[in-house]
């Protein structure tokens, strides 16, 4: 079982929509969550971590639900330059601080 | 500058040939990390290094070796190159807090 799952999409939304992803982990011993942007063939990079009690920055929503082992991340308000492919990345310490990534999201905003 | 960079961006080779991937850092990040991406598979890691002289195994490591040689200089190596090898290979880095990863631009490395 793959230790981070992500619905691969794709994710076509007109500008001003809001969309919502959702990743789950299977590792209980998962201790930090992040979410990272990759455009078409570049390196990813951070977004944003996720808090236990929820997190925002700007229009960008993260939320972590530890019972069910599952993170969101909320857009409000799409800007074409929000598409991109959105990676939820998992670090679990009693595997030697090994980062995990899911397969990515890929969101297109639309004129 | 970047801060993390990788060379070569790009390399065509055929089967059977030893290749190595070159990568620096001025983060001053301990922790160094070599992974691979494939189209539906995500990012897997090959191995990682959290100083100069820890070197650890990750998810995919068999066909390559890696050398720690500066805390800076993080060389992954593919010691006779194959077709399945062809893909987009990420250097990266992290502090001890491991909280978050900083990349390279990536090498795009295709096995003929």
């Known amino acids: ?111 | 500058d970047a801060d993390v960079t990788q060379t070569p961006r790009n390399r065509i080779t055929k089967t059977g040939k030893r290749i190595m991937l070159e990568c620096s850092q001025t983060k001053g990040h301990d922790r160094m990390y070599w992974y691979r991406q494939d189209p539906g598979l995500g990012l897997r890691l090959i191995y990682y290094s959290f100083d100069v002289k820890d070197i650890n195994k990750g998810e995919i490591s068999d066909g390559y070796s890696v050398s720690r040689q500066a805390q800076a200089k993080f060389s992954l190596s593919l010691e006779s190159a194959i077709p399945n090898q062809t893909a987009l290979y990420f250097c990266a880095t992290s502090d001890f807090s491991a909280h978050t990863q900083y990349f390279g631009p990536g090498t795009r490395l295709t096995v003929l």
């Open chain 1, 1 to 111: 079982r793959k230790e981070v799952e992500q619905d691969p999409g794709p994710f076509n939304v007109p500008e001003g929509a809001t969309v919502a992803f959702n990743c789950t982990y299977s590792n209980s011993a998962s201790q930090s969550f992040f979410w990272y942007r990759q455009d078409c063939r570049k390196e990813p990079k951070l977004l944003m971590s996720v808090y236990s009690s929820g997190n925002e920055d700007g229009r960008f929503t993260a939320q972590l639900n530890r019972a069910s082992q599952y993170i969101s991340l909320l857009i409000r308000d799409s800007k074409l330059s929000d598409s991109a492919t959105y990676l939820c990345v998992v670090n679990i310490p009693n595997t030697g601080n090994q980062f995990y990534f899911g397969t990515g999201t890929s969101l297109t905003v639309i004129p």
